[in-house]
Structures are given as structure tokens and as C-alpha cells.
């Protein structure tokens, strides 16, 4: 396939995978259109849904696969096959008496008064973890040599066992991988069928427990994950696509296939962080740079906070918890990531009486197979979006533009049997026990997540985006303070929009622990130049000409002692030239913006870091989903009805509007209810919205 090229003109087709909906957009950066379609997930086979939601917008618009300038994809594959446990049989090589790391992990307790706590299960089970006889020092040297031959009878044991792949993961790789290479090298030689992943590769940093956890999982998944792209870019290029395939990472950046498929487990992420990358751009189209993304789907909501414009980043991310909001209790994936949060439930998750006597939402979800009980495919379980559509939030005839009606009476049946009956209560208050349950419960989350960052979540601007996000954003809004919120235009399809505006970019990581009074420079200069090189090759591989590369290098720091680090900006000149007065005034800034006070402690350094990136696709002034009112016209309803808010406790006739047919300068006094095919928005009474030049509708809690 041919290498793709950045251009100012063309078409991009982003195509995001989520556990109810796959989601594809269509960019012509020429005019700054995008169009859309949304189908439900196809769980048995993901590709299904792509391929076809991909061939029916090219249809729709009259273009050839062959004009398509990219193809860029998220997907949840990774995180689903981690969660079900879904992936290949896996071994682990490891550090002659290291076998155990995966069960011993940190000795920490996510709840210290629970005495039947349940940690996750590892994903190589220990008769497939496996010893070899080497040891490598922390500084680097080989302090035994591997003893190469012991892998023939491990080799032999994988085999027998059926293991498909195995993670290596040997005692301090990641600043001496010559052990890991020779063992990649030999089983190459005797087992060439199997996958291989170093831990030196996917993740060379400290923390022996989650640098293991990583490899092991990035293992898990690689077949799997390698199959289903290799199938995807074999069925683009049969349709008449051109070029590449490029997938969306944890970071939000972007990368070649290729690149993807060697690290799977970056990409556990894909979807939501996409969503931060829509909200980012969402926020400059209307000159907001600290927002509040809130991106609820049909299995999940999270939460991302974004600052100057960029969203908030880690180096520590944890999936398939035992307990859903229990930090502690899932696999720790020490990979980069967009710095979000888990904080309530989707469209699609279940809602049942709790034994207390109240009412409960989530954690599982109906997903897209059988739904909701709404969608008339064998649910029977009330959800959120059964709630919201018995309140009148949405529309029965015009759910995805009326491509998927919605049975009304099958979701009032669902919330009567499980819920209003139980509790003696009508289905009309029973759904609004839903609604406000899991908008408190998000409210609440994002709220403590704001403060644990040492922020205040009301000097946010709220972007709601995702098929349910904008249901329920007033209402959350105002539990949190939050007095003002960019709606944007498809925020039920943002996180393929935001796909679309992604770089291409890669960034890597190499651990060197030491004081900054004692750091040895050269070496460290050398290896930063070895870092960009790599991401460089990287990201010209995907097309990106020399001269549009740019390069960022950072440390994380933190004062001796300390068990956490801070992400520190580090100027290349400064570690070329041996700063360390230039690199302790960065910490110390970055340290006291997390914290508010530094210390008079002397520094450490623990991971070095290096982001190579392309350019940010060109983002037009505004995207136009099909909007054609002229500026300052404020539409005529297209119709009333009655819709359930809290205020009045019953329900009020209200005016609907096309969302499409809003232009800029169109004001809008609630209540109200803005329609477009992927998502709703809900204008409570006590609010109001202004549609800008951007087609945003910036939205204002009354005085």
C-alpha cells in the first residue's frame, strides 16, 4: 500500500468501535464537511461494522475508496479482550526466581477492610510462567550470564501446553536488553510460530510488577489484535484503498499499522482518547482551552480534564478491575495514555434495586447484543436510555434519524416490572430514578476527580460528547457548578472527529534512575538521540516528510524518597548541555503547578521521555455536520412534546429543534430539546444556548 501524505485537501474517514455503536465520519477537509453514520457493533466479527459503515458513507457521498487520503481507526478490541479474557494462551519467560511477580504485584490492598478481597487474575497462569537462569544489575551490567540452552525445555513446555505467545520479561531489561534479544533470537530458531514480546520494547521502565503486567498483556492480545488488522487493510485494499491504515493510541496519537501491531496494548485505549483530542478541538473552535471532557457512550462514561488545550497525560493506566471503580484492583498497563477516568455508566447499562432498597446502575451493560429494551432485539432488562427515552429526552421515531425506531412501550414494560412496581412507585418517577442516579453518580466522580488533580471543576467549561453525553450534561453540569458548556455539532460521533484532527506521532520511554546531582549527561544525551531516531523512523514511516517533524523530550521527576512522579518538560538543549539548574527550575515548576509547594529536597530522575510528531491535521474554523441555516436565524420548532424535568416533577410540553438547522448567533432559551441523528441534547429550564461561529452551542446556566 502506498505511504500517506498530509494534505490540505481530500477526504480522512475516521471509524471508531464502541461496545453498542461503531461510529464513522467522513472529513472533506476542502469545505470542512463532515458527514456521518452510526450501526451498531458487530461483537462476533468487529470488522463487519467498519466495512460496512465505511462502504455506505463513501455510497452516500459519491466518493471512491480510491480518493480516501487516510483511514484512521480506534478500536476497543484490546480492552475487551482483556476484560473477558478473550485473548491467547500466554507465557511468561522471566528472572530465575522472579516467576511470582505477577501474583506478589505491589502487596497493596485496594480495600484494606474487606478480608475476602478479590485481586485480578493473572493472564499467564503460573504453570506457564517459566525460569531461566541470567541476571542483569540495575545499572546496566551483566552480572550472570543466561544460561541460552534452558529455553529449548521451555520451548518444549510452551508447545505442549498450547501457549501461542509469550511475554519476556527479565530483571532490569530495560537498561540492559541484550538477555531479552537472545531469547527473542533462540526461540526464533526453535519456535517460530510463536509471538514474542519483550518487555524491553513495550515498556522499558521501572516497576518490575507493572512492567510485567504490561508485557504480559501486550502479549495476550497480539495475536489476536495482529489477525484482526491484517484482515481489516486486506478488506480496504479489496474495496480500493490506497493507503495506509493508521490507528489511534492510548496518547491520542496516531501511528502506521504496522507500528500498531507491535504494540497492542497501546491502543487499550483508543476510543476515549480520541474523544479528548474532539473536545480539544471542539474547545479551540470556540477559543475555550480548559474543558471538561465528558464522553458517555453506551457501556461507559469518563471524564478527562484538559488544560491550555491539551489534554492531561499518564504513564500508569488499569483495565479489567474486579471491582469497576476500585483503583488497585485491575491489570496496571504502564503505557502513555490520556489521563481519564472512569466515572459512571453508559446508555446501555442495566438498572435494578440494589439490596438496600435503592436504585442501581450498572456496572454491565446490555451492550449492542440484546441492548436496551428500547431497541426490540430480546433486552429485557431496563437501562439508561430506556429511562431517557420514557422522560422524553429522545425521540422514538427518531432515534439515528429514524434508521432504528425505538419501542417505547417495550422500555415502560422493563422499568415498570424491575423497578416502579418493586419500589411503589409510576414508571415516570422509576426512570427519573435512573436518570438522576447515574447523573449524581458522575457529577460526584468527575467532581472528585477534579480535586484530586488539585483542581476546581467549576472554572471548566463542560464539552459533552458520545450518544449520551449531551442527555445528560445540564443536569451534571449543574450539580457540579459548572455554569457554562460547549455543545458541539455530531458529539455523537466526536471520538471519530477527533481521530480525524489526531497527528501522527509516537512517543517513547527509557528508564535511567538517578539524582540529578549525579546524572550522567553524555550518556543521557546519547540515549535521548537514540529515543528520537527511533521516532523519527517511526513517524516518516508513516509518511510524515523530515522537515514537519518535531520533537519534545521530558523527565519524570520526583524528590527522593518519593513514591510518584511528576511529567517535567526537559529543553533538548538542556540535557545536551548538562543544565541541571535549567532542569531543577522545571521540576520545581511543574511540581509546585500538581501540588501547590515544593520541597527542600534534592530531585531524582526516573524515566526520560521523547514524543516525536508530525503536524496536526489542518482544523477548519468550524466543522459543518450538515448545518445550513444562515447566521443569527433562530428555527421554528419541528415539533413539541412532553418531556419529564425535575423542577416541575411532571412532565412539560417542550420544544424540539433540528440541531442541524441552528446557525450562528441563534439563541435558544430552555427548555428546549436539540435533535441531531447521533445524539440529544437537553435544555432544562434554568438554562440557555447560543449557537457561535464555530456551530458550538455554548450553553449558560440563567442567572
Given at each position: 500500500?502506498?505511504?500517506?501524505?498530509?494534505?490540505?485537501?481530500?477526504?480522512?474517514?475516521?471509524?471508531?468501535?464502541?461496545?453498542?455503536?461503531?461510529?464513522?465520519?467522513?472529513?472533506?477537509?476542502?469545505?470542512?464537511?463532515?458527514?456521518?453514520?452510526?450501526?451498531?457493533?458487530?461483537?462476533?466479527?468487529?470488522?463487519?461494522?467498519?466495512?460496512?459503515?465505511?462502504?455506505?458513507?463513501?455510497?452516500?457521498?459519491?466518493?471512491?475508496?480510491?480518493?480516501?487520503?487516510?483511514?484512521?481507526?480506534?478500536?476497543?478490541?484490546?480492552?475487551?479482550?482483556?476484560?473477558?479474557?478473550?485473548?491467547?494462551?500466554?507465557?511468561?519467560?522471566?528472572?530465575?526466581?522472579?516467576?511470582?511477580?505477577?501474583?506478589?504485584?505491589?502487596?497493596?490492598?485496594?480495600?484494606?477492610?474487606?478480608?475476602?478481597?478479590?485481586?485480578?487474575?493473572?493472564?499467564?497462569?503460573?504453570?506457564?510462567?517459566?525460569?531461566?537462569?541470567?541476571?542483569?544489575?540495575?545499572?546496566?551490567?551483566?552480572?550472570?550470564?543466561?544460561?541460552?540452552?534452558?529455553?529449548?525445555?521451555?520451548?518444549?513446555?510452551?508447545?505442549?501446553?498450547?501457549?501461542?505467545?509469550?511475554?519476556?520479561?527479565?530483571?532490569?531489561?530495560?537498561?540492559?536488553?541484550?538477555?531479552?534479544?537472545?531469547?527473542?533470537?533462540?526461540?526464533?530458531?526453535?519456535?517460530?510460530?510463536?509471538?514474542?514480546?519483550?518487555?524491553?520494547?513495550?515498556?522499558?521502565?521501572?516497576?518490575?510488577?507493572?512492567?510485567?503486567?504490561?508485557?504480559?498483556?501486550?502479549?495476550?492480545?497480539?495475536?489476536?489484535?495482529?489477525?484482526?488488522?491484517d484482515q481489516l487493510v486486506a478488506g480496504l485494499a479489496e474495496t480500493g484503498f490506497r493507503n495506509d491504515l493508521?490507528?489511534?493510541?492510548?496518547?491520542?496519537?496516531?501511528?502506521?499499522?504496522?507500528?500498531?501491531?507491535?504494540?497492542?496494548?497501546?491502543?487499550?485505549?483508543?476510543?476515549?482518547?480520541?474523544?479528548?483530542?474532539?473536545?480539544?478541538?471542539?474547545?479551540?473552535?470556540?477559543?475555550?482551552?480548559?474543558?471538561?471532557?465528558?464522553?458517555?457512550?453506551?457501556?461507559?462514561?469518563?471524564?478527562?480534564?484538559?488544560?491550555?488545550?491539551?489534554?492531561?497525560?499518564?504513564?500508569?493506566?488499569?483495565?479489567?478491575?474486579?471491582?469497576?471503580?476500585?483503583?488497585?484492583?485491575?491489570?496496571?498497563?504502564?503505557?502513555?495514555?490520556?489521563?481519564?477516568?472512569?466515572?459512571?455508566?453508559?446508555?446501555?447499562?442495566?438498572?435494578?434495586?440494589?439490596?438496600?432498597?435503592?436504585?442501581?446502575?450498572?456496572?454491565?451493560?446490555?451492550?449492542?447484543?440484546?441492548?436496551?429494551?428500547?431497541?426490540?432485539?430480546?433486552?429485557?432488562?431496563?437501562?439508561?436510555?430506556?429511562?431517557?427515552?420514557?422522560?422524553?429526552?429522545?425521540?422514538?421515531?427518531?432515534?439515528?434519524?429514524?434508521?432504528?425506531?425505538?419501542?417505547?412501550?417495550?422500555?415502560?414494560?422493563?422499568?415498570?416490572?424491575?423497578?416502579?412496581?418493586?419500589?411503589?412507585?409510576?414508571?415516570?418517577?422509576?426512570?427519573?430514578?435512573?436518570?438522576?442516579?447515574?447523573?449524581?453518580?458522575?457529577?460526584?466522580?468527575?467532581?472528585?476527580?477534579?480535586?484530586?488533580?488539585?483542581?476546581?471543576?467549576?472554572?471548566?467549561?463542560?464539552?459533552?460528547?458520545?450518544?449520551?453525553?449531551?442527555?445528560?450534561?445540564?443536569?451534571?453540569?449543574?450539580?457540579?457548578?459548572?455554569?457554562?458548556?460547549?455543545?458541539?455539532?455530531?458529539?455523537?460521533?466526536?471520538?471519530?472527529?477527533?481521530?480525524?484532527?489526531?497527528?501522527?506521532?509516537?512517543?517513547?520511554?527509557?528508564?535511567?534512575?538517578?539524582?540529578?546531582?549525579?546524572?550522567?549527561?553524555?550518556?543521557?544525551?546519547?540515549?535521548?538521540?537514540?529515543?528520537?531516531?527511533?521516532?523519527?523512523?517511526?513517524?516518516?514511516?508513516?509518511?510524515?516528510?523530515?522537515?514537519?517533524?518535531?520533537?519534545?523530550?521530558?523527565?519524570?521527576?520526583?524528590?527522593?524518597?518519593?513514591?510518584?512522579?511528576?511529567?517535567?518538560?526537559?529543553?533538548?538543549?538542556?540535557?545536551?548541555?548538562?543544565?541541571?539548574?535549567?532542569?531543577?527550575?522545571?521540576?520545581?515548576?511543574?511540581?509546585?503547578?500538581?501540588?501547590?509547594?515544593?520541597?527542600?529536597?534534592?530531585?531524582?530522575?526516573?524515566?526520560?521521555?521523547?514524543?516525536?510528531?508530525?503536524?496536526?491535521?489542518?482544523?477548519?474554523?468550524?466543522?459543518?455536520?450538515?448545518?445550513?441555516?444562515?447566521?443569527?436565524?433562530?428555527?421554528?420548532?419541528?415539533?413539541?412534546?412532553?418531556?419529564?424535568?425535575?423542577?416541575?416533577?411532571?412532565?412539560?410540553?417542550?420544544?424540539?429543534?433540528?440541531?442541524?438547522?441552528?446557525?450562528?448567533?441563534?439563541?435558544?432559551?430552555?427548555?428546549?430539546?436539540?435533535?441531531?441523528?447521533?445524539?440529544?441534547?437537553?435544555?432544562?429550564?434554568?438554562?440557555?444556548?447560543?449557537?457561535?461561529?464555530?456551530?458550538?452551542?455554548?450553553?449558560?446556566?440563567?442567572?
Amino acid at each position: 500500500m502506498e505511504t500517506w501524505v498530509a494534505e490540505p485537501t481530500g477526504y480522512r474517514v475516521g471509524v471508531d468501535i464502541g461496545g453498542t455503536f461503531t461510529d464513522v465520519v467522513l472529513w472533506d477537509l476542502a469545505d470542512a464537511r463532515i458527514a456521518t453514520t452510526k450501526l451498531l457493533t458487530t461483537p462476533d466479527d468487529p470488522s463487519r461494522a467498519v466495512m460496512d459503515g465505511i462502504r455506505r458513507i463513501l455510497e452516500a457521498n459519491a466518493i471512491r475508496p480510491g480518493d480516501v487520503g487516510a483511514v484512521i481507526h480506534g478500536t476497543t478490541l484490546v480492552a475487551n479482550a482483556l476484560i473477558e479474557r478473550k485473548g491467547v494462551p500466554t507465557g511468561l519467560i522471566t528472572t530465575r526466581g522472579f516467576r511470582d511477580v505477577l501474583e506478589i504485584g505491589r502487596e497493596w490492598r485496594y480495600d484494606l477492610f474487606n478480608l475476602e478481597i478479590e485481586m485480578p487474575t493473572p493472564i499467564a497462569a503460573r504453570p506457564h510462567r517459566y525460569e531461566i537462569t541470567e541476571r542483569t544489575g540495575p545499572d546496566g551490567a551483566i552480572l550472570t550470564e543466561i544460561e541460552i540452552h534452558e529455553l529449548d525445555a521451555i520451548a518444549e513446555r510452551l508447545r505442549a501446553d498450547g501457549i501461542r505467545s509469550v511475554a519476556v520479561c527479565l530483571l532490569h531489561a530495560y537498561r540492559n536488553p541484550a538477555h531479552e534479544i537472545a531469547v527473542r533470537a533462540r526461540l526464533g530458531e526453535i519456535a517460530p510460530d510463536l509471538s514474542v514480546s519483550l518487555s524491553s520494547e513495550v515498556s522499558p521502565e521501572i516497576g518490575e510488577y507493572e512492567r510485567s503486567s504490561t508485557t504480559v498483556a501486550n502479549a495476550y492480545v497480539h495475536p489476536t489484535f495482529k489477525t484482526y488488522v491484517d484482515q481489516l487493510v486486506a478488506g480496504l485494499a479489496e474495496t480500493g484503498f490506497r493507503n495506509d491504515l493508521l490507528l489511534i493510541l492510548s496518547d491520542g496519537r496516531t501511528v502506521r499499522q504496522d507500528t500498531a501491531t507491535l504494540f497492542p496494548i497501546r491502543l487499550v485505549q483508543s476510543g476515549p482518547a480520541a474523544g479528548a483530542q474532539a473536545a480539544s478541538i471542539y474547545g479551540a473552535i470556540s477559543n475555550e482551552a480548559d474543558l471538561l471532557c465528558f464522553d458517555m457512550g453506551g457501556t461507559t462514561a469518563k471524564a478527562c480534564l484538559i488544560e491550555g488545550g491539551e489534554p492531561e497525560r499518564t504513564a500508569n493506566f488499569e483495565v479489567a478491575r474486579v471491582f469497576r471503580f476500585a483503583e488497585g484492583s485491575g491489570l496496571p498497563l504502564q503505557i502513555p495514555a490520556i489521563d481519564m477516568i472512569e466515572i459512571g455508566a453508559g446508555g446501555g447499562s442495566i438498572a435494578r434495586i440494589d439490596r438496600r432498597g435503592l436504585i442501581q446502575v450498572g456496572p454491565d451493560s446490555s451492550g449492542s447484543d440484546p441492548g436496551p429494551a428500547c431497541y426490540g432485539l430480546g433486552g429485557d432488562q431496563p437501562t439508561v436510555t430506556d429511562a431517557d427515552l420514557v422522560l422524553g429526552y429522545l425521540d422514538p421515531d427518531n432515534f439515528l434519524g429514524g434508521k432504528m425506531p425505538l419501542d417505547l412501550a417495550a422500555a415502560r414494560a422493563a422499568i415498570r416490572a424491575s423497578l416502579a412496581e418493586p419500589l411503589g412507585i409510576d414508571v415516570a418517577q422509576a426512570a427519573w430514578g435512573i436518570h438522576e442516579t447515574v447523573t449524581a453518580n458522575m457529577a460526584q466522580a468527575a467532581t472528585v476527580h477534579a480535586i484530586e488533580k488539585g483542581l476546581n471543576a467549576d472554572k471548566f467549561r463542560l464539552v459533552p460528547i458520545g450518544g449520551a453525553g449531551p442527555v445528560h450534561a445540564c443536569a451534571m453540569a449543574r450539580k457540579m457548578g459548572i455554569d457554562r458548556l460547549v455543545c458541539p455539532l455530531g458529539a455523537g460521533v466526536a471520538s471519530a472527529i477527533g481521530m480525524l484532527g489526531s497527528p501522527i506521532s509516537f512517543a517513547l520511554a527509557r528508564a535511567d534512575m538517578a539524582r540529578l546531582d549525579s546524572v550522567a549527561w553524555p550518556r543521557v544525551a546519547e540515549m535521548i538521540h537514540e529515543l528520537i531516531a527511533r521516532g523519527r523512523e517511526l513517524v516518516a514511516h508513516a509518511g510524515v516528510p523530515d522537515g514537519e517533524i518535531t520533537v519534545s523530550t521530558a523527565a519524570m521527576m520526583r524528590y527522593v524518597g518519593q513514591g510518584y512522579e511528576v511529567d517535567v518538560p526537559v529543553a533538548l538543549s538542556a540535557i545536551e548541555g548538562a543544565r541541571e539548574d535549567a532542569v531543577a527550575e522545571a521540576f520545581t515548576a511543574a511540581y509546585r503547578k500538581r501540588f501547590g509547594r515544593s520541597e527542600a529536597m534534592a530531585p531524582e530522575i526516573t524515566t526520560w521521555r521523547v514524543v516525536v510528531s508530525g503536524p496536526r491535521p489542518p482544523l477548519p474554523a468550524t466543522l459543518r455536520n450538515g448545518a445550513s441555516a444562515a447566521a443569527g436565524a433562530t428555527p421554528a420548532p419541528r415539533t413539541v412534546r412532553p418531556v419529564w424535568f425535575a423542577m416541575s416533577a411532571q412532565f412539560v410540553d417542550t420544544p424540539v429543534f433540528a440541531r442541524r438547522a441552528i446557525g450562528p448567533g441563534a439563541a435558544i432559551r430552555g427548555p428546549a430539546v436539540l435533535e441531531e441523528d447521533e445524539s440529544t441534547l437537553i435544555l432544562p429550564p434554568d438554562f440557555s444556548a447560543v449557537a457561535d461561529d464555530g456551530l458550538n452551542l455554548i450553553v449558560s446556566r440563567n442567572a
